[in-house]
């Protein structure tokens, strides 16, 4: 059964940064695409960034193009989600989940991580 555990969450400023991490275990990293998602108070989950199992491909939500990035180390287990000038309406309980394509159904979800952006 595969297990995915969020870290690197906290309380930041707006226009700080913040680098979240994803621990897998249980599966082999690098045959599953693996996606970032949030949920923030009384809104709907919504997809952040995926990075897929094939090399090179990326994907992110236009909310956050050009302040994210997402990579992986298949060698570590993990994933990572590095987040760049924070707004306040990037607070959100953070998610990674792991399926075999960005897009597709993720068949393991992490507990989540919470971010907070504010003074």
């Known amino acids: 059964q595969g297990q995915l555990v969020e870290s690197g969450g906290g309380l930041v400023q707006p226009g700080g940064s913040l680098r979240l991490s994803c621990v897998v275990s249980?599966?082999?990293?690098?045959?599953?695409?693996i996606g970032w998602f949030r949920q923030a108070p009384g809104k709907e989950r919504e997809g952040v960034s995926c990075?897929?199992?094939?090399?090179?491909?990326?994907y992110y939500a236009d909310s956050v193009k050009g302040r994210f990035t997402i990579s992986r180390d298949n060698a570590k287990n993990t994933v990572y989600l590095q987040m760049n000038s924070l707004k306040p309406e990037d607070t959100a309980v953070y998610y990674c989940?792991?399926?075999?394509?960005?897009?597709?159904?993720?068949?393991?979800w992490g507990k989540g991580t919470l971010v907070t952006v504010g003074s």
């Open positions: 249980g599966f082999t990293l690098e045959y599953y695409s």
């Open positions: 989940a792991a399926g075999l394509w960005c897009g597709g159904r993720m068949d393991y």
């Open positions: 990075d897929s199992s094939s090399a090179g491909n990326t």
